[in-house]
């Protein structure tokens, strides 16, 4: 049982390239969630998804695209990195579609991507 | 609106006692309660929801008072296992089925034996 998979685990970038974090699960989840966390700090949402084909910006989308194609897939695309983007990066997903607690349903976290931009 | 937790670290000895705050100026739906040990993923310890209930699994609980908008996290007889950063995340009244949580800035337990 998967769960939630990130790859790549470790990425150097240097400033200006582009890349991809790929997130997938295998639970069924309709809710998937990109977080960025800074070193001792919390988690901030960057984007979030209720569906496929359906996503909304969080609290900090500045820099950021994402897609959701499928229900299993939500990468996270980033344009001409910068220094301050430089963070650990965890992708969530929760709420079963056919769950009948609707409102109480945990966030299920991946292992992570440890991300420095250089 | 970012939550306030309290307090921003705490030291016991293991068997000690531990309560971690979290405190929203905003009208919440719900709290959730993760605990990250250092350089691996958040995991889920339980969620309240507003009506003021209380929750609680082995020697963990937590309190939702929905009057003060605060929720409580109690570790009992604290175990060298509970060591890690918890972190509350809110969910606000009105957007309860996104799941669009703020979370606070964390709580770091440190227990020795």
């Known amino acids: 049982n998967a769960g939630v998979t990130q790859t790549p685990k470790f990425r150097i970038l240097k400033i200006g390239q582009s890349m991809t974090l790929q997130c997938t699960q295998d639970?069924?989840?309709?809710?998937m969630y990109w977080y960025r966390q800074d070193p001792g700090m919390g988690l901030k949402l960057i984007y979030y998804?209720?569906?496929?084909?359906?996503?909304d910006k969080g609290e900090v989308p500045n820099g950021y695209n994402v897609s959701r194609s499928t229900t299993e897939d939500f990468p996270l695309r980033l344009e001409l990195a910068a220094p301050s983007q430089t963070s650990v990066y965890f992708c969530?997903?929760?709420?079963?579609?056919?769950?009948?607690?609707?409102?109480?349903?945990?966030?299920?976290f991946g292992d992570g991507t440890r991300l420095s931009i250089l | 609106q970012q939550p306030v937790q309290s307090p921003q670290a705490v030291i016991l000895r293991e068997g000690e006692d531990a309560v971690i705050n979290c405190s929203s100026s905003?009208?919440?739906?719900?709290v959730h309660w993760y605990r990250q040990k250092h350089g691996e993923a958040p995991v889920f310890l339980m969620i309240?929801?507003?009506?003021?209930e209380q929750k609680g699994h082995d020697k963990i609980s937590a309190s939702f008072n929905e009057k003060k908008q605060q929720s409580s996290l109690y570790l009992t007889a604290s175990q060298l296992s509970y060591s890690g950063t918890y972190f509350c995340?809110?969910?606000?009244?009105?957007?309860?089925?996104?799941?669009?949580?703020?979370f606070g800035q964390g709580t770091r337990l440190t227990i020795n034996p």
């Open positions: 969530a997903s929760s709420y079963p579609s056919s769950g009948t607690d609707f409102f109480n349903q945990p966030q299920h």
């Open positions: 639970m069924n989840h309709n809710y």
């Open positions: 998804s209720v569906g496929a084909g359906i996503t």
């Open positions: 905003k009208a919440l739906y719900s």
């Open positions: 309240l929801l507003k009506g003021g």
């Open positions: 995340g809110t969910s606000p009244l009105g957007i309860q089925g996104a799941q669009k949580l703020v």
